[in-house]
């Protein structure tokens, strides 16, 4: 019997970038190397994901509806529809809880599990930060200035050049200080749970969907079946060979557009290591400490002699030592891809 799991490990290059905001840049403290490690949440991860998926499928995300209460305009729920013939609600899950009680809440987990894209090694992978300006001293006649003093009076621009006498400070410069970005070689994992992948539950005291909803997809032609949860609904093959397509690309050429206006990585990627183990893609692309200088190092390793499928870019050449890529090899790590998530028996998954 296949194993109903697939795991895929991404090695990437990450240069001189910011993920997302938070103080600069989101970080946290690696107790065993005393250092700031930068990453990229798993749920910024998955929804670069979906994204690209829908993109690749030029579809639409499912609509998102946003509640308040007034007259504060407090926030309350936010609902979608529960329906998995959206694709980023099919591969991301949803949870649908009325607020006062006002029907069953419903929820399916993400099929996907990811995690945060963060250094291979807490030793190859810094987090750095730079001064920015915001300068328009190139045009004085064209950028207004407004000087404002304690009781709101506006200076007049005599005032004002009082104000700057002796001085060499510009109104028409802004510093940013202190803005952290992020450089090195930096992995993401990803878990496929593919017995339900295309497969939503119909158990009723769980609920996943609404009547009305499992109504409709049975007349859009998902399939009654049962799986290891028990009853279910299976998407339509064609259906199911459209998505796979697309996520076969997505998990691999995924990208960060947030944030990265003026700090843009291509972020490549370099390694692809794909299994039924997690054991073996962690093995696969993996660090080792260096024994060879008296200041403590990690150096990168690509292993293909653990039992997973490896797939190397010839960008890996530049950073890893004794590695040979191949051209093609993130095309073939597609098609792998495709392949196994198209060899599993969905609709017959007891048998």
């Known amino acids: 019997m296949q194993n109903p799991f697939l795991y895929i490990r991404g090695l990437r290059h990450v240069d001189h970038t910011v993920f997302a905001v938070a103080d600069g840049q989101k ?27 829908l993109r690749l499928l030029g579809k639409e ?10 007259p504060k305009l407090k926030e309350k729920e936010v609902t979608t529809p529960a329906d998995p013939n959206y694709v980023d609600q099919l591969l ?9 009680g006002g029907g069953r809440t419903i929820k399916r987990r993400s099929p996907l599990s990811i995690s945060a894209l963060r250094p291979l090694h807490p030793l ?38 009082d104000l700057l006498a002796g001085s060499d400070r510009s109104l028409r410069r802004k510093w940013i200080q202190d803005n952290k970005r992020t450089s090195g070689l930096f992995v993401f994992d990803v878990a496929i749970d593919l017995r339900t992948l295309f497969s939503v539950s119909l158990n009723k005291l769980e609920p996943e969907l609404s009547d ?7 007349e859009a032609e998902w399939k009654e079946s049962k799986n290891t949860f028990g009853p279910c609904l299976i998407a339509p093959q064609d259906y199911r060979e459209s998505v796979i397509d697309a996520l076969s690309k997505a998990l691999l ?7 990265q206006s003026r700090t843009f990585s291509p972020m490549e990627v370099l390694a692809v290591a794909l299994s039924d183990n997690a054991n073996k893609i962690a093995t696969a692309i993996r660090a080792k400490l260096s024994e060879d200088t008296e200041k403590q190092r990690a150096i990168p390793v690509i292993d293909d002699t653990v039992g997973a499928d490896l797939f190397i870019s010839p960008s890996a050449e530049g950073y890893i030592p004794g590695v040979n890529g191949d051209a093609k090899a993130l095309e073939e790590a597609e098609n792998k ?15």
Do not use: C
């Open 253 to 259: 050429n995924w990208r960060i557009t947030t944030n």
């Open 124 to 161: 190859i992978g810094g987090v750095h930060s730079e001064n920015l300006s915001f300068d328009r001293s190139d045009r004085p006649d064209l950028h207004k200035v407004i000087v404002k003093d304690s009781s709101g009076h506006v200076l007049s621009e005599e005032e004002i050049t």
């Open 61 to 70: 995300p499912a609509p998102v509806t946003f509640y308040f209460e007034a």
């Open 212 to 218: 009305e909803t499992i109504e409709s997809l049975k």
């Open 92 to 100: 991301g899950g949803w949870m649908i809880a009325q607020s006062g």
């Open 337 to 351: 891809i495709k392949e196994l998530l198209t060899s599993f028996d969905y609709e017959n998954q007891l048998k």
């Open 27 to 53: 970080r946290y403290w690696d107790d065993i190397f005393q250092r700031w490690i930068a990453y990229s949440s798993g749920q910024q991860i998955k929804r670069s994901v979906l994204e690209e998926t």
